[in-house]
């Protein structure tokens, strides 16, 4: 409860920082905030061409000449939301350095800015793609609400490993390379491209140890098939984002004096 209070008080801190997040990559564009939907757009523009016929029929429970697209956009989408709150994460505290060292302030309000902000941007694109399945027709029904639940644990999974990694690397510059490297195999090895059911069974159960298999099965399920998702299947994301915001905070409080030498 202290905890939450801290953050109400520095509110204006939090939203200073989103501000100033959205000034700085967007106010010297002259696309301005378009880019947030340029970016993950020619991702999925890139991936139909080149998987749409291959992926069409392959697809169980997807029909309807939309079904990959939406397949394809609820997987890309929610993983640029996963992505960016763990790769800022875990580059909050390198980069708010000066902040730290200067301005006394509860250290969660920098996790905090890293979500609200990453949430804001994820909005933006959602709110389209939304759009996109009323007119399509495609829009799953009040099925779509079961898509919150979703998102928290997806966003507590994420922030508890960029936290617990931007602890690290402070202390060990490498850990931010090899995560970089780390996330690239992952897209790969989550079934967000392909359907995990196309794949040999003994290849199906490695990846169904992949916490983000469950979190992107879970989207793909509620927004292209139009289903209730498999909530067990969150629950190794929920119980490994809980450690790791557990840990990942209790690394900090521990050595937030040598954190802020390292700094």
């Not at 302030?105 to 804001?120: E, G, K, N, Q, Y």
């Not at 507590?156 to 617990?164: P, R």
């Not at 298999?213 to 299947?233: V, Y």
Request: aromatic share 14%; glycine share 8%; proline share 5%.
């Amino acid at each position: 409860m202290d905890s939450v209070k801290a953050l109400w008080n520095y509110r204006g801190f939090i939203l200073g920082s989103v501000r100033r997040e959205f000034q700085s990559k967007y106010l010297n564009s002259l696309l301005g905030i378009a880019w947030t939907v340029i970016q993950p757009l020619s991702m999925i523009v890139v991936y139909t061409i080149i998987f749409s016929q291959i992926m069409r029929a392959k697809l169980p429970g997807v029909d309807g000449s939309f079904g990959y697209s939406i397949y394809l956009c609820a997987g890309i989408l929610a993983w640029g939301l996963f992505s960016e709150i763990a790769v800022r994460g875990q580059n909050t505290f390198l980069e708010n350095a000066n902040l730290l060292k200067k301005l006394n302030f509860p250290r969660l309000c920098l996790p905090v800015s890293v979500i609200i902000t990453a949430l804001l941007n994820f909005a933006i694109i959602f709110g389209l793609f939304t759009l996109f399945l009323l007119i399509t027709g495609n829009f799953p029904g009040w099925i779509f609400l079961t898509i919150i639940p979703v998102l928290i644990v997806q966003v507590v999974f994420a922030i508890g490993l960029g936290i617990t990694l931007g602890v690290l690397n402070i202390f060990f510059r490498d850990v931010g390379q090899a995560f970089g490297i780390l996330m690239q195999f992952l897209f790969w090895m989550t079934p967000i491209v392909y359907p995990l059911s196309i794949l040999p069974p003994r290849v199906q159960e490695l990846l169904a140890l992949n916490p983000m298999t469950g979190l992107m099965g879970a989207h793909q399920t509620i927004l292209a098939r139009g289903q209730m998702p498999d909530w067990s299947a969150l629950l190794p994301a929920l119980l490994l984002g809980l450690f790791f915001c557990y840990t990942g905070m209790r690394l900090f409080r521990k050595h937030s004096g040598e954190i802020v030498d390292e700094l």
